[in-house]
T-cell receptor, first 114, second 113 residues
Framework: DVKVTQSSRYLVKRTGEKVFLECVQD?????MFWYRQDPGLGLRLIYF???????EKGDIPEGYSVSREKKERFSLILESASTNQTSMYLC?????????????FGEGSRLTVL | GNSVTQMEGPVTLSEEAFLTINCTYT??????LFWYVQYPGEGLQLLLK?????DKGSNKGFEATYRKETTSFHLEKGSVQVSDSAVYFC????????????FGTGTRLTIIP
């Protein structure tokens, strides 16, 4: 069964802390994505990556950075967490070589910043 | 830019009722259209898709038809079940091959027995 695994389901951090959200996929996918999900706003793309060490900004990259050192792993970094970054974060992956339009999502990481 | 507008929820229906969730879009060119579903406590998963005008996507009793003339992709099901309770997202992709999706705001559906 294909799988996207996010390291933490629930996190509570304090304002100003550095936060790492980890995502691993086992499907050998080229594309990986980080979305943020908020009520009434749907999913908004933060960053995406087409390949190792490659990254591109999505629609709301401010306050975030990413790292992709290995094909299977895509990390989202909040350099200095703020309360307005309290949200559900969803990682997804897809194949670049075989276009189906299907993204495979992890279960999400719910982050609360106090 | 691309955008997706979904009917606002929440939507509450009785079991076996007919379901319609409206979705309209704005995009350049010829986008692909998708419905994703998020069951409680889970990530999103693809429900159905359509890649060109007049295509009908279908899965698990759900259907949606790609209408270019009305820029719509409404989700329908003839008889809903309690297990259909979830959040439904309409989405589009206008760039072939990179699957960068633009999502709607989501519609929460609750089915009561």
């Amino acid at each position: 069964d294909v799988k996207v695994t996010q390291s933490s389901r629930y996190l509570v951090k304090r304002t100003g802390e550095k936060v790492f959200l980890e995502c691993v996929q086992d499907m050998d996918h080229e594309n990986m994505f980080w979305y943020r999900q908020d009520p009434g706003l749907g999913l908004r793309l933060i960053y995406f990556s087409y390949d190792v060490k490659m990254k591109e900004k999505g629609d709301i990259p401010e306050g975030y950075s990413v790292s992709r050192e290995k094909k299977e792993r895509f990390s989202l970094i909040l350099e200095s967490a703020s309360t307005n970054q309290t949200s559900m974060y969803l990682c997804a992956s897809s194949s670049r070589l075989v276009y189906t339009g299907e993204l495979f999502f992890g279960e999400g990481s719910r982050l609360t910043v106090l | 830019g691309n955008s997706v507008t979904q009917m606002e929820g929440p939507v509450t229906l009785s079991e076996e009722a007919f379901l319609t969730i409206n979705c309209t879009y704005t995009a350049t060119g010829y986008p692909s259209l998708f419905w994703y579903v998020q069951y409680p406590g889970e990530g999103l998963q693809l429900l159905l898709k359509a890649t060109k005008a007049d295509d009908k996507g279908s899965n698990k009793g759900f259907e949606a038809t790609y209408r270019k003339e009305t820029t719509s992709f409404h989700l329908e099901k003839g008889s809903v079940q309690v297990s259909d309770s979830a959040v439904y997202f309409c989405a589009l992709s206008s760039n072939f091959g990179n699957e960068k999706l633009t999502f709607g705001t989501g519609t929460r559906l609750t089915i009561i027995p």
